[in-house]
């Protein structure tokens, strides 16, 4: 299991930030009482886009996955994990290079949040998601 020390000088912040090129920038954050609001910037030169698909590249779904748990520990300070997508439904693609707007709701007494990534107005993807109850 990997030490949650904190480097020399390296914030709490950056601890919960993914280190490698898997990263999704996060351009704004915003908290309320009934949770998060992010903006973030699909890097293209994402591994993500190698090899999903040749020539028309597009974020899969584990990615955006991989982008709300990102966001979840960054807004909870924790180091959470995805137990359960119970609900996923993807409605539009998201291109290299895009600016995406996420909003994720503070979990339920049974570690359930539901969670919409957008792009100018419009969903992409919707659903609603639990996770670990160690780290709620």
Do not use: C
């Amino acid at each position: 299991m990997p030490s949650t020390e904190p480097e020399s000088g390296e914030s709490a912040e950056s601890r919960l930030q993914p280190k490698d090129s898997t990263r999704f920038p996060v351009l704004r954050s915003t908290r309320s009482q009934d949770g998060w609001s992010f903006e973030i910037a699909v890097p293209a030169e994402s591994p993500y886009f190698e090899g999903h698909f040749e020539g028309s590249p597009i974020l899969p779904g584990v990615a955006q996955l991989a982008l709300l748990l990102q966001l979840y520990r960054l807004a909870t300070g924790t180091l959470a994990e995805l137990r359960e997508v119970s609900v996923l439904r993807f409605r539009h693609k998201v291109l290299p290079g895009h600016i995406l707007q996420a909003s994720i709701s503070r979990p339920d007494s049974e570690g359930r949040s539901s969670f919409a990534l957008s792009r100018q107005g419009a969903i992409v993807s919707r659903g609603t998601v639990r996770w670990s109850e160690e780290n709620r």
